[in-house]
C-alpha cells in the first residue's frame, strides 16, 4: 500500500519582506520544520511572488540543481557562465550549480509582479560544471496527458538534470482521469496542484496543496475541476 503526504497549503512556511512574498513547502531561510526539510532529492519548493522592480541580487550556490517555472509575468536572469535573458510563462530554467555558480534574478517588469516556482533537488553527482538551459514549453502538450519538462536524459523530451528525476506538467479537464506511471522503482512522486481540485491517490487536493506519495508504482489523478498540475518524481535517497 502506498505511502502518502499531505502537504496544505496553509500550512506552508510564508515569508513577507514587502517587495517579496514567499510560501514555502520545505524548511527554507527563516521557516524550519523538521518534519518538512525534504522529500526525497527535493529540497526546495518556494512559491514566489516579486513585485515589479525588485528580486534577488547576485548570489551564489553549489552542488545543487536549481528550476525555475514562472507562472505570470516575466523573471530577468543573469549568472558568472555569461547567461543574460528573460524567462518567460511556457518557459522552464534549470540551473546545474556543481562546482559554484552566481546568478540574480529580478521581475522583470518596474511595475507587473512575477510569480514563479523556485525548486531544488540534491543532485547525484558532485562537483560538476555548472550549466544552464532554458526552453520553452507547448501548452497543448500538457492538454489531458502528462508533459515531461525535466528528465535525467539529454536525449529525451523537455531539458535534462544531474539526477533520476522526472518533471511532468498537467492540465486535466473536469470529470477527467489519468494514470502516473512511475518511471523508476523505488521512487517517491510529490504532486502539486497549481491550479483546481483534484483526487490523487485518494486524497482531495485543493489549489496549492500538495501530496507526497511512496512505495507504489502508480498513481491515479481525477479531477473535480479543470486542474493544473506538477508532477515531481525523485529518487528517495
Excluded: C
Excluded at 520545505?26 to 518556494?46: E, K, P, T
Excluded at 534577488?56 to 528550476?67: A, L, T, V, W
Excluded at 555569461?82 to 546545474?96: L, P, Y
Excluded at 497549481?194 to 489549489?207: D, N, Q, S
Aim: zero cysteines; glycine letters at 8%; charged letters at 20%.
Amino acid at each position: 500500500m502506498a505511502n502518502k503526504i499531505l502537504f496544505k497549503a496553509d500550512s506552508r512556511g510564508y515569508a513577507n519582506h514587502g517587495w517579496l512574498k514567499s510560501h514555502h513547502t520545505f524548511s527554507f531561510a527563516g521557516y524550519f520544520n523538521n518534519d518538512r526539510v525534504h522529500f526525497g532529492a527535493l529540497r526546495v519548493l518556494n512559491d514566489d511572488y516579486v513585485k515589479g522592480g525588485n528580486g534577488f541580487g547576485r548570489h551564489p550556490h553549489d552542488n545543487m540543481e536549481i528550476i525555475s517555472i514562472p507562472l505570470e509575468g516575466k523573471l530577468a536572469h543573469q549568472d558568472s557562465m555569461g547567461n543574460d535573458g528573460t524567462i518567460s510563462v511556457n518557459e522552464i530554467q534549470v540551473m546545474s550549480a556543481g562546482t559554484g555558480v552566481q546568478h540574480s534574478e529580478f521581475n522583470a517588469s518596474e511595475v507587473d509582479p512575477v510569480k514563479f516556482l523556485q525548486i531544488w533537488l540534491f543532485p547525484n553527482k558532485q562537483n560538476v560544471t555548472p550549466r544552464y538551459d532554458q526552453i520553452q514549453l507547448d501548452p497543448a502538450d500538457r492538454k489531458n496527458k502528462f508533459q515531461q519538462v525535466i528528465s535525467p536524459n539529454p536525449d529525451d523530451a523537455g531539458t535534462w538534470i544531474h539526477q533520476d528525476a522526472w518533471f511532468h506538467l498537467l492540465e486535466l479537464d473536469a470529470q477527467r482521469s489519468l494514470t502516473y506511471n512511475f518511471k523508476k522503482s523505488g521512487n517517491g512522486l510529490f504532486v502539486f496542484v497549481l491550479e483546481g481540485e483534484a483526487e490523487i491517490a485518494g486524497e482531495l487536493l485543493e489549489r496549492r496543496d500538495a501530496l507526497g506519495i511512496t512505495d507504489t508504482d502508480t498513481v491515479e489523478i481525477s479531477t473535480h475541476k479543470d486542474s493544473f498540475v506538477l508532477f515531481i518524481e525523485v529518487p528517495m535517497l
